[in-house]
């Protein structure tokens, strides 16, 4: 099964993808069982979001946004347009409660009672491109949307106005996080990543050691440590605030699309081809020896 996004929740692990298909870990991994649809969909789901209110969004092709408020458990239907047939590619919940839906074409919705219906949302200076994720700071005051030939767009008030970023890339950005140092890292197309230490008004280019296409990341405890999941079943890790990359991981040939840390420290990897387990190895090992581990398979696949 493709697996196109992998989140935590209060319920769990929650990984979705092909086929509307939405499946639920209570036990870490270990084990996973069907969420409850409202109704049979096969629309492609692209991306899982919670938010801290409780509140969680599916989002998909034609349109489709589910809303959950158990944790991924079961879930209902709050927009599908098959007329439209438009993917929606991210969400967030914005501190003034209004959620944001971006997609394919500069699309944007938004909604004003915690995801139950939404209303097309205008953002000036916003072109056609397609936009890929949105995503805010640990304290919700900085945001950024990223897309498709370089696309960025920066927020300092918590969502409320947009800047559109002078294009740095040509290429498209698939997503963004802000480091614990406050530092800015939006990782995209053929190993192509940048980092900002000024909020995103201007971006630099990192080093990374292999050209493949980047799709998902996540932070160590300490809030240093960077990994992203890319093409070939390949993992990058960066120990220098996004400076630079190191292949830590290559084997297979999946796409990988989401991380997760578990309890034991190992990570689970969704992908093209369903979901893979992973111990990568300590920070100093990862230094001495650019790569460790041996991932073994897990759960669904």
């Not at 492609?44 to 969004?57: D, E, K, M, S, Y």
């Not at 408020?69 to 967030?92: Q, R, V, Y």
């Not at 409660?97 to 915690?114: I, P, Q, Y």
């Not at 297979?252 to 081809?273: K, Q, W, Y």
């Amino acid at each position: 099964m493709q697996l196109n996004s992998l989140a935590r929740s209060s319920a769990g692990l929650v990984a979705a993808g092909e086929l509307g298909q939405i499946l639920v870990s209570r036990d870490d991994g270990m084990s996973w069982q069907a969420a409850h649809l409202p109704q049979s969909r096969q629309a492609p789901i692209t991306r899982t979001v919670f938010a801290a209110n409780g509140t969680g969004l599916a989002l998909g092709h034609e349109g489709w946004i589910l809303r959950s408020t158990d944790g991924g458990l079961s879930w209902e239907e709050s927009a599908f347009e098959k007329s439209n047939g438009e993917p929606l590619m991210s969400a967030a919940r914005l501190p003034s409660g209004e959620w944001l839906a971006v997609g394919a074409f500069g699309r944007v919705l938004h909604s004003l009672d915690d995801g139950r219906s939404w209303q097309p949302h205008v953002i000036p200076g916003l072109s056609d491109w397609h936009l890929n994720s949105i995503n805010g700071s640990a304290d919700g005051r900085q945001w950024l949307i990223t897309g498709e030939a370089g696309s960025v767009l920066r927020s300092d008030d918590g969502g409320a106005s947009w800047a559109v970023v002078p294009p740095f890339y040509k290429g498209s950005i698939y997503g963004a996080v802000q480091l614990a140092s406050g530092t800015w890292v939006a990782y995209g197309m053929r190993g192509k990543v940048h980092y900002s230490d000024d909020g995103g008004r201007s971006w630099q280019a990192s080093s990374v050691q292999a050209p493949i296409s980047t799709y998902a990341h996540s932070l160590g405890d300490d809030g240093r440590l960077l990994l992203l999941a890319g093409q070939g079943g390949i993992l990058l890790a960066s120990h220098d605030q996004g400076r630079s990359f190191q292949v830590i991981r290559k084997e297979g040939r999946a796409s990988l699309t989401g991380i997760n840390r578990l309890g034991d420290g190992s990570l689970l990897l969704s992908s093209d081809g369903g979901l893979q387990r992973y111990k990568p190895a300590t920070h100093s090992a990862a230094a001495t020896q650019g790569r460790a581990g041996v991932p073994t398979p897990t759960g669904a696949s």
